[in-house]
């Protein structure tokens, strides 16, 4: 029988560290009543600002609507492309559907799990020929390490195509000693309770320096207000972030920097003892990560049975992402860079996630090393 099941997450643990502050927080919005953009989301957004050094900061309700604030912004349509990661949550897709544009399909890297610059050359060909015309390019921070901006920004350039970067897993980690939010023509994130900064419900931000981006987007999140509330002088959306959500970031922002020092900690440490059972996860040079999660790769046909025995000795596991969206049923018609993409079917095979949070300490990580360790020679030793 399973000992005491390990949390994938504790957000309890958090929420203890946090105390009165974070219910002083909220209560503090209770009582002035401010409930849609009270003071806290300017605050907020300025805090956010100061900590990663964009120009501009614009909360919103989700990362999902971040993402779609700029699409909207930039006036996406039918017969424009964006090349987008298939190895990634759906969100990323999604919202350029939303505007009848077409999802152009990349690659990832094997070591990294991010956007195969390659790759995004053959998928802006691939467009090309199918007679769409590409306008940007999604990149995303998977597990919260950036993308190879380096190499994937002169692409677009070359291009004429902006970059979006999807840091919905990301905010927080840095890229050759800069902070994301400040790279590309804007920068999306998602405040979703389980991300490395979360609420305590949905929200989201985009970042940029662009200031008529901004504008247009802020008027965007409010159903496309002009000098007024009842002036309306383009479609948009109810795309605000509550401020409750404002006021709970603001307290998690302050020990959000203490937070990344311990997740760093926590994933070196695991990186030490399972190197040599498992492929573990690669920060590259230049690079460091918030690890949203923390993701191993095993050889394909290994990971149900490894993950069935951790289960059964209370430690949970996770996959992201079992199926890349150009296997998805409602993405497969959507064009694919190249002949294929090969990289990303095999990573979907083989990784598996280990509960990854800041206040994982080291006798429950060595808990679920030992689990782990013990459960993929099991097969060997079965044979
Ligand atoms: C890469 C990526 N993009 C976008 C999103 C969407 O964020 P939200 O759930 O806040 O809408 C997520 C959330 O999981 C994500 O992981």
Redesign the pocket.
């Given at each position: 029988m399973a000992a005491d099941s390990i949390p994938f997450i504790d957000l309890g643990a958090q929420r203890r560290r946090l105390g009165a502050a974070v219910d002083e927080a909220i209560l503090r919005v209770v009582n002035h009543g401010g409930y849609i953009m009270g003071p806290e989301v300017k605050q907020l957004e300025s805090d956010l600002a100061a900590f990663c050094g964009a120009k501009h900061v614009l909360s919103c309700?989700?990362?999902?609507?971040?993402?779609a604030l700029v699409l909207m912004a930039k006036g996406l349509k039918r017969g424009q492309a964006v090349l987008c990661p298939t190895f990634?949550?759906?969100?990323?897709a999604e919202v350029v559907a939303w505007f009848d544009a077409t999802p152009v399909f990349v690659d990832s890297l094997p070591d990294s799990f991010n956007m195969d610059p390659a790759s995004l050359e053959q998928g802006i060909a691939k467009a090309k020929q199918l007679g769409l015309d590409p306008v940007g390019v999604i990149p995303?921070?998977?597990f919260g390490q950036p993308a190879d901006y380096d190499a994937i920004e002169p692409i677009c350039a070359k291009h004429g195509l902006w970059m979006l970067c999807?840091a919905?897993?990301s905010f927080g980690a840095t890229y050759r000693g800069r902070k994301l939010g400040t790279i590309g023509m804007a920068t999306?994130?998602?405040?979703?309770p389980?991300?490395p900064l979360g609420c305590y419900g949905?929200?989201?931000a985009v970042f940029t320096d662009d200031a008529e981006l901004l504008n247009v987007m802020r008027s965007l999140r409010v159903h496309g207000q002009g000098s007024d509330k009842y002036d309306n002088v383009r479609i948009g959306m109810n795309g605000r972030l509550d401020t409750m959500q404002a006021a709970v970031l603001i307290e998690k922002l302050r020990i959000f920097p203490d937070e990344i020092e311990a997740r760093d900690r926590v994933a070196n440490r695991y990186n030490a003892l399972l190197a040599d059972v498992a492929i573990v996860p690669k920060v590259l040079d230049g690079n460091t990560s918030v690890w949203?999660q923390y993701t191993l790769r095993l050889p394909v046909g290994q990971r149900d049975g490894v993950a069935a025995a951790l289960k059964a000795k209370g430690v949970p596991t996770a996959i992201y992402y079992p199926k890349p969206l150009h296997q998805q049923t409602a993405y497969r018609h959507y064009p694919t860079a190249g002949n294929g993409l090969p990289v990303a079917e095999r990573l979907a095979e083989e990784v598996i996630s280990l509960p990854m949070h800041p206040y994982l300490d080291e006798a429950t990580q060595d808990r679920i090393v030992a689990a782990f360790r013990e459960a993929v020679r099991a097969p060997a030793k079965a044979a």
């Open positions: 309700a989700n990362g999902t609507d971040a993402l990634t949550f759906a969100a990323t995303v921070d998977l999807d919905a897993q999306s994130t998602s405040f979703f389980a991300k949905d929200g989201g949203a």
